[in-house]
Nanobody, 116 residues
Framework: QVQVVESGGGLVQAGGSLRLSCVVS????????MAWHRQAPGKQRDMVAI??????NYGDSVKGRFIISRDNDGYTAYLQMNSLKIEDTAVYYC???????????WGRGTQVTVST
């Protein structure tokens, strides 16, 4: 059974930094893309960052502040979040895409709260 587990969320002051981690296990095939999304209360889930076979894209609101990276094994991803703002407060979800059929697997999310 495929598991996607996020960690590293928490409470941080505005202007601070936080690093999220995501580990994929139980998958029988390569992971060709990993992504971070977030969802704030009452809002839709938005893409934050995606690493698609080395091609990286960011949501407009986090460009220049967040950095996505992956371990060489391909099953671990990170999201380095700098210069955090109040509006970055959300549940952050990691997703991993199987290279076999293109199925996406999602984690259960980790809460990030940015305070004044």
């Amino acid at each position: 059974q495929v598991q996607v587990v996020e960690s590293g969320g928490g409470l941080v002051q505005a202007g601070g930094s936080l690093r999220l981690s995501c580990v994929v296990s139980g998958i029988m095939f390569d992971v060709d893309a990993m992504a971070w999304h977030r969802q704030a209360p009452g809002k839709q889930r938005d893409m934050v960052a995606i690493d698609n076979r080395g091609s990286i894209n960011y949501g407009d609101s986090v460009k220049g502040r967040f950095i996505i990276s992956r371990d060489n094994d391909g099953y671990t991803a990170y999201l380095q979040m700098n210069s955090l703002k109040i509006e970055d407060t959300a549940v952050y979800y990691c997703a991993a895409r199987s290279s076999l059929r293109g199925d996406w697997y999602w984690g259960r999310g980790t809460q990030v709260t940015v305070s004044t």
